[in-house]
């Protein structure tokens, strides 16, 4: 029921906004991981401009927020960010796993699951990064997955678009911001009095120091669960703090990712933080910091040991940007390769 009001919902914004025929057919979707019981919510998002970036009367801002203005092209979106279940057939390899053991003949495996099949897995957590957690939360139904690098959020998207054969990625910053807003100009998605954040965000003052299930808080108005707080979420961008001012293209812009291991957009704010990190325009940095306790050297390029506030959402655009077709992280190490 909730999925037919949506694509009602949709449809009105659809006549109002005077959309081509193709971004008009676009409708909320359930998507099942082939091969697993696994499945994931996608939201349509209607594309549009908005004023990306904070007024310098909203308090708390940072300079860096310099309102411009920003066209985006149609897309979907996760109604929930990425949770464990969804995650760990990836990082478990519980696919590979699975043909194994059914002896199934992988020269006879569909093209998907060949290319599904190539793309690198992480390397087993080397710390206990789930503690509070217990030890079956890789297997909760709705639980936020966390702890992950920016680089391993790529390749989960990577890899899940050779098992779909649909193009998943993370969101742009522009794109996240625009979907958390959802037509809104105000401080949060749901206005500017921080005394409700508790309505619609797991934060500092609520989350009992831990991630809680998705979708339990209100969402916004375009049917987005948890893009304030629970998990902050990756972006695709590389983080820069003159980024607003050095991007001259109005459409869809981002700062593309490099073999930088470090400072990478997350969005959103999560259950550790305070209302003003929450904001929809506040934006931070990926840093050594969320790797503090990985003894290895050199550190994982899969796992952040310190992150268990940083999650990611997916997008799939109506039509991928140029910049951005068969986009992979540049980042490939040799000892990392996934032997099949």
């Known amino acids: 029921m909730f999925l037919v009001r ?22 909320p979707y ?3 991981i082939p091969g697993f019981e696994v499945e994931f919510e996608m939201v349509p998002i209607p594309g549009g ?3 990306m970036g904070s007024p310098e009367a909203e308090a708390d801002r940072k300079p860096e927020e310099v309102q411009h203005e920003v066209e985006i092209a149609p897309f979907w979106m996760g109604r929930y960010e990425v949770t464990w279940p969804e995650y760990w ?3 478990s390899k519980r696919d590979i796993k699975d043909k194994e053991r059914a002896k199934i003949d ?14 690198s897995r992480p390397t087993p957590p080397y710390p206990d990064m789930i503690i509070g957690y217990g030890s079956d939360c ?6 936020p997955a966390f702890c992950f690098t920016h680089h391993a959020a ?6 899940l ?4 054969q649909k193009t998943y990625r993370l969101p742009t910053e522009a794109e996240w911001e625009y979907a958390c807003r959802a037509g809104g100009k105000t401080v949060y998605s749901w206005g500017d009095d921080p005394a409700k954040a508790g309505e619609y965000a797991w934060l500092a003052e609520n989350s009992n120091g831990k991630t809680q299930l998705v979708g339990q808080k209100k969402p916004n108005a375009w049917g987005l669960y948890d893009m304030h707080g629970n998990v902050a979420e990756w972006c695709m961008d590389l983080h820069q703090k003159d980024a607003y001012t050095i991007l001259k293209e109005k459409l869809c812009p981002v700062i593309l990712p490099t073999t930088a291991e470090y400072r990478y957009v997350v969005r959103g704010g999560s259950w550790r933080d305070k209302p003003e990190q929450l904001r929809s325009a506040a934006r931070f940095a990926s840093d050594p910091e969320f790797s503090r306790r990985d003894p290895q050297l050199p550190q994982s390029f899969w796992w952040h040991t310190d992150a268990q506030n940083v999650g990611f959402r997916l997008v799939r655009p109506l039509n991928e940007q140029p910049n951005l077709v068969k986009f992979r992280s540049p980042i490939v190490p040799k000892s990392n390769r996934q032997e099949n």
């Open 49 to 51: 401009k908005f004023v």
């Open 154 to 159: 790529l390749e989960y998207c990577r890899w």
């Open 89 to 91: 057939i990836y990082a």
């Open 30 to 32: 359930t998507e099942k």
């Open 138 to 143: 890789y297997l909760t139904k709705g639980l």
């Open 6 to 27: 949506c694509a009602l919902v949709f449809a009105v914004a659809s006549l109002v906004a005077g959309l081509s025929a193709e971004e008009s057919e676009m409708q």
């Open 106 to 119: 992988l020269n006879g495996q569909p093209e998907s699951e060949k290319l599904a099949d190539a793309v």
């Open 161 to 164: 678009s050779a098992k779909t």
